[in-house]
């Protein structure tokens, strides 16, 4: 299991008054941190990153300073965009559970649960530096089996890219390993929907690509899905 994160620690710049902790499950990421590239390397691996993953490194600036300061400012960005598929999913799963074919079906299902159990962690670990949950208007992609597809496919790949964008801004190695525990899940998402709708498992081929905040805050406001 990994050490419970203090997130007193987390934000050296002082941010967090309080400590709020939450335990995650273990992950591969464990195995670099114990292996050869140890809890150093990742804590300070830009470069190591940068090596392994040509795209990561080019994603730009943490989120804007409205998310607060540091790791609690990416934290509260991966809540943001786990709000959305959360609140996607829910009312996905009360239109259209029983009309979709049946691994639609169990996609909807498994990732249901896994984006609400996101939103929870993120929430806990934040405690009340928590960004509360915008409102969301999805329109046909939570009612018409076909747009709901089409949407997943296209939020599970941003989240992706996402996570990955901010990987080098991470300074904490907790908070690095507890976003790596997620990302991972959401790339498993992300292949599903993409072979469920018959297109590349891998659509950006053996490098995914990182995706600045700046650019994905953008594409999510295009979509009209945000309305208060």
């Known amino acids: 299991m990994f050490n419970q994160i203090n997130l007193a620690e987390i934000d050296r710049d002082g941010a967090v008054g309080e400590a709020r902790e ?5 992950t591969r990421l464990d195995f670099f941190k114990k292996g050869a590239v140890g809890a150093g390397a990742l804590a300070g691996g830009s470069v190591l990153l940068g090596a392994l993953a040509p795209g990561a490194m ?5 989120p804007r300073k ?7 400012g990416i934290l509260n960005y991966a809540l943001t965009l786990e709000y959305l598929e959360a609140a996607f ?9 029983g009309k979709l074919d049946a691994r639609t079906e169990a996609f909807l299902k498994v990732v249901t649960r896994d984006e609400n159990a996101h939103v929870k ?3 806990k670990a934040l405690g009340r530096k928590a960004a509360k949950s915008p409102k969301f208007d999805f329109k046909t992609a ?9 949407t997943a496919e296209v939020l599970e790949n941003t989240g992706v890219s996402a996570y990955l964008g901010q990987a080098g801004n991470i300074k904490n190695v907790k908070v690095l390993a507890a976003a790596g525990s997620i990302v991972t899940i959401e790339a498993r998402h992300a292949a599903v929907i993409n072979d469920i ?14 995706l600045s905040a700046r650019k994905v805050l953008a594409a999510v406001k295009k979509t009209g899905f945000i309305v208060g």
């Open 22 to 26: 939450i335990a995650l499950q273990d």
């Open 58 to 62: 080019a994603a730009g600036a943490p």
């Open 66 to 72: 409205a998310f607060g300061k540091g790791d609690i």
């Open 89 to 97: 999913y829910n009312q996905a799963t009360d239109n259209l559970t």
């Open 121 to 123: 962690a993120l929430r």
């Open 142 to 150: 939570v009612t018409d089996p076909a747009t709901f597809k089409a």
């Open 197 to 210: 709708n018959g297109n590349a498992i891998t659509p950006d081929g053996p490098f995914d690509k990182a």
